[in-house]
């Protein structure tokens, strides 16, 4: 179907957000989960799903691109909250547009959701965090260039990852450290020199995702809590080469970890 061209990203998240309440008989959300590499297996700790759609069924999206990510939602009963849970993301890298890597974003916030738990695997580069540590985002550098927001709208990026939200998951787990997500747009890994570069600018992780999906939550009004999933060291940390199918068994060989976790911080947003 075309869209009159009046239409705007904005409008097509409200009619997603419509098509989603009817296929999952929930009239509104909670709470969103933005699942990235490594961990899709915790995903079953955070509660029954009472729903599962594929992304294609609903106006906007497109399917997943990368093994390991599938292209499905679930709604999910977790205690007194309905979660919507994402399996998988429109990553920057895809060529897609900034308003594809955030119509999930902005679908949820059309769906009712109040807070967004973003998370993502990345490189490290504390080589104290061994692949399989997660690590709570407590700023971020966006070196794509570019914003979800078109147009004069200011939106102020203080505390964008909610100090709330993070003392509270270091109450859950005192053990949980911070640090600066930086993403490179990708698809290739960083070289050692980049990566040195970002240690230079103040930044602790290295991804190609979350910090366009984050700007476009906290825009819509939704609290921000970001997760990284750390699967290897960073390029040049680490003298191993890195590779698509390690970030996946770092991410399986976490999930019991990251699903327990998940599943005690969720219910307290
Ligand atoms: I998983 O080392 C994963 N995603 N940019 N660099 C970047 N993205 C990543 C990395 C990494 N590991």
């Known amino acids: 179907m075309t869209q ?8 097509h998240a409200n009619q997603a957000a419509a098509r989603l309440a009817e296929l999952t008989g929930i ?26 759609i594929a992304t294609t069924d609903l106006p906007g ?5 990368v093994a390991g990510h599938s292209g499905k939602i679930r709604s999910v009963k977790a205690g007194d909250k309905q979660l919507l849970v994402f ?3 429109t990553h920057y890298y895809e060529g897609k547009g900034v308003a594809a890597v955030v119509h999930g974003v902005r679908t949820a916030a059309a769906a009712g959701c109040r807070a967004i738990v973003l998370t993502n695997g990345c490189g490290g580069l504390k080589p104290t965090w061994t692949p ?12 794509t260039g570019r914003s979800p ?13 909610s100090s709330r939200l993070r003392a509270m998951c270091r109450e859950v787990d005192p053990t949980l450290d911070e640090g600066v997500y930086v993403q490179f747009p990708g698809p290739h890994y960083e070289t050692p020199a980049e990566v040195r ?10 991804g190609m995702s979350t910090t366009l999906e984050a700007i476009a939550a906290r825009e819509a009004g939704m609290e921000v809590l970001g997760i990284s999933l750390v699967t290897n060291l960073a390029a040049g940390i680490s003298d191993q080469p890195l590779n698509h ?25």
């Open 27 to 52: 009239e509104r959300h909670d709470v969103a989960l933005v699942l990235g590499s490594g961990w899709l297996p915790a995903v079953d700790a955070l509660g029954e799903a009472t729903a599962e």
């Open 132 to 143: 399989g540590t997660p690590v709570l985002i407590s700023d971020h550098i966006n070196l």
């Open 61 to 65: 999206f497109s399917g997943a691109a």
């Open 87 to 89: 399996l998988s993301r």
């Open 149 to 161: 927001i078109e147009g004069a709208r200011f939106v102020d990026l203080t505390d964008l990852y």
């Open 245 to 269: 199918e390690e970030v996946l068994e770092a991410g399986r060989a976490a999930a019991s970890r990251m699903g327990d976790l998940l599943g005690r911080i969720v219910p307290r947003i």
């Open 4 to 11: 009159p061209e009046t239409s705007t990203p904005y409008d």
């Open 197 to 206: 570069m970002a240690g230079i600018l103040g930044g602790h992780l290295v």
